[in-house]
């Protein structure tokens, strides 16, 4: 990933916190529903089946792979890492949106400083505890409205919305975003995760309705 990248990434996170001040304020996308999307007042729930219980004391998360600096952080470690909110809109790919959710946790960037990928690792591939993975080339997960989440609305997220953490990628379709994230592998070759294999588009962009490969 390119340097320019991710310093864009952190200057803009820097400018929203800073616009926000102590109380967050909402910052919409300026485009707001995408084709072929209805929007939803509810949080609908999508999972394999499984909702698994992780306790915050057996709860990690791993930051390996390509990296001069592996990583595997538990629920303390990861709290003491820079915290940050974003408000931001949610498309699953089963056409509905949801406005103005209030995510909370960690940037990815924060994440990509701690780990320090080489140069050659170009996509990052999540591992979750109930079974799911995804991928997302760098380029488009290093951005000032992505982060692994630990709180939704100032609370904790639910275990059926992916607690205790979960990654959120706004501006591409949900299924892209982690839940019950245990493991970000740096790699430098793309692997197509739990959906990606089964039709799913690998790039997935809301705004060209780019759902299936
Ligand atoms: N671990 C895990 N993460 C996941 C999924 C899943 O089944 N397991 N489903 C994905 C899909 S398709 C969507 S739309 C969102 C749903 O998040 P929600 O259940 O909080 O609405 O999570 C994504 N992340
Ligand atoms: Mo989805």
């Given amino acids: 990933m390119s340097k320019e990248r991710y310093i864009q990434a952190k200057q803009k996170w820097a400018e929203k916190q800073r616009a926000r ?3 967050a304020r909402p910052v919409a996308s300026a485009d707001r529903l995408p084709p072929g999307q209805k929007l939803t007042a509810g949080f609908p729930v999508l999972d394999l089946g499984v909702q698994p219980d992780i306790p915050l004391s057996e709860w990690t998360l791993t930051l390996d792979g ?5 990583v595997r952080l538990d629920w303390s470690q990861f709290g003491a890492l ?7 809109d949610f498309h699953c790919v089963t056409t509905w949106s949801k406005y103005d959710c209030q995510w909370g946790g960690v940037a990815l960037t924060t994440l990509y400083e701690l780990a320090r990928p080489r140069p050659e690792a ?5 591992a979750s505890y109930d079974g799911y993975s995804t991928n997302v080339a760098l380029e488009r997960c290093m951005d000032d409205d992505t982060l692994v989440a630990t709180s939704f609305g100032g609370a904790p997220i639910a275990r059926e919305h992916g607690g205790p953490a979960r990654v959120i990628i706004p501006k591409l379709y949900a ?5 019950f ?6 790699l430098a070759e793309d692997k197509l995760g739990f959906w990606e294999v089964r039709g ?14």
């Fill in 21 to 23: 001040g102590a109380a």
């Fill in 66 to 70: 390509l990296v001069d600096n592996p």
């Fill in 82 to 88: 820079p915290q940050v909110s974003d408000v931001s």
């Fill in 122 to 126: 170009r996509f990052v591939y999540f």
């Fill in 175 to 179: 299924w892209k975003g982690a839940k």
């Fill in 181 to 186: 994230v245990k493991a970000m592998t740096f």
């Fill in 200 to 213: 799913y588009s690998n790039t997935a962009d809301p705004w060209t309705e780019d759902r299936y490969a």
